[in-house]
């Protein structure tokens, strides 16, 4: 097959819905198809799939993450294309452009303000439209999609939806013991009970929750911090580390290239995940704390809630909570190293039986095959 998978970000960009795309073209083009991914130019050291040809398009104009790119009107030579919703000005052309498109629904915006109130309206019209012309909508998890901003329009028509999870590079991601030379590297005492964030810290994110984090770490002595990612908010975040006067626990990465990112994961004791909002649809980086056998914090929202079993491979807050999260944080930091090994194993078991890419991979192909049937059947008829 053909295919062409079109997202508003991808890498270089630290950021979910990119990293998703990323690793459905990986495996797609590793079996045997010929995938080319659609996104807007930037910045950084690229390092694209392999098999995969990769078009960064110049921008008519761009706001945050919603680059206008006309370019996607021309996508007539593939047999399908793989949409990544949402995608503001560029979601509206892969649905006038006449070739039959999945979507894969990552997340509702939140915004406030003007903002807020454009998104919402762009919802409930031009982005109902380019939901309803898809052949069929791919969500992360059916938790996730059943509490949408789409799943309540009354507009929407029957349509089908599947859920394809997120996954995890389980070869990479790997169980192993404390890495201590990275500890070493960032200053963290061999004992600490390192928590550890993976996330981008910029206002397109802004429903981490990396505040209501430093308040929890602030709460708990015992606990250590290490953020991983970069953007327009560190310097904020820094400066209420600072305010709080925890600068002696918390240390700020900056941007951790991939290729780091396993032994990161492996410096740590748990990861967190305080997201806020239902911009936070999922969790990718739950999938690569668990793959690498350690325990995990999350917030008990929509989707999120779907990849945490509490109290077998992690444990699940109320968000934006700083008090349930310094408990949980607590929790951790007292439980003795065989518990958390424990409930770093179950995690490890359950992402090798539901979230390796290949499986996802594999999913994904017989679905795109599944519409290209359908699609015949309608010409024929």
């Known amino acids: ?192 009970c390192l928590a550890l964030f993976v996330g981008a810290q910029d206002r397109a994110h802004y429903f981490k929750g990396i505040p209501t984090l430093l308040r929890a770490v602030a709460k708990q002595p015992e606990t250590a911090l290490l953020l991983a990612g970069d953007g327009d908010l560190r310097s904020d975040f820094e400066q209420l580390a600072n305010d709080l006067g925890i600068t002696d626990r918390v240390v700020f990465a900056g941007r951790v290239e991939t290729a780091e990112l396993p032994s990161l994961y492996r410096a740590a004791d748990l990861l967190v995940l305080p997201s806020e909002t239902r911009g936070e649809a999922f969790g990718m980086v739950l999938l690569e704390a668990m793959a690498s056998g350690r325990p995990v914090i999350a917030s008990d929202l929509p989707g999120v809630r779907s990849v945490v079993d509490h109290g077998a491979d992690g444990l699940l807050v109320e968000a934006g909570n700083s008090e349930a999260l310094a408990a949980a944080l607590a929790t951790f930091a007292q439980m003795p190293r065989a518990t958390r090994l424990a409930l770093g194993a179950a995690g490890r078991q359950k992402v090798e039986d539901r979230y390796d890419w290949t499986r996802i991979g594999r999913k994904l192909e017989a679905l795109y095959l599944e519409v290209l049937a359908g699609q015949e059947w309608r010409h024929a008829s």
């Not at 009107?73 to 999945?102: C, M, N, W």
Request: glycine share 8%; proline share 8%; charged share 15%.
């Open 1 to 192: 097959m053909r295919v062409a998978h079109v997202t508003a970000t991808f890498p270089p960009y630290f950021g979910g819905t990119g990293n998703v795309c990323y690793h459905n073209a990986r495996v797609l083009a590793a079996r045997g198809h010929q995938v080319e991914v659609f996104t807007a130019e930037t910045h950084g050291t690229i390092d694209d799939p392999p098999g995969v040809t990769v078009h960064r398009l110049k921008p008519v104009i761009q706001v945050g993450n919603a680059p206008l790119l006309p370019q996607l009107l021309r996508l007539q030579h593939f047999d399908l294309v793989h949409l990544h919703y949402p995608f503001y000005t560029g979601a509206e052309f892969v649905s006038l452009a006449r070739i039959p498109y999945v979507v894969t629904y990552h997340q509702d915006v939140e915004l406030g303000g003007l903002l807020g109130y454009g998104t919402r309206l762009h919802g409930r019209t031009i982005g109902n439209i380019v939901l309803r012309r898809a052949a069929m909508i791919c969500s992360t998890s059916l938790d996730y999609f059943a509490h949408s901003t789409y799943a309540a329009l009354d507009t929407r028509p029957e349509c089908t939806v599947v859920e394809v999870p997120n996954g995890v590079d389980v070869q990479s991601f790997r169980p192993g013991p404390i890495d201590q030379r990275v500890r070493l590297r960032y200053g963290i005492p061999p004992d600490a």
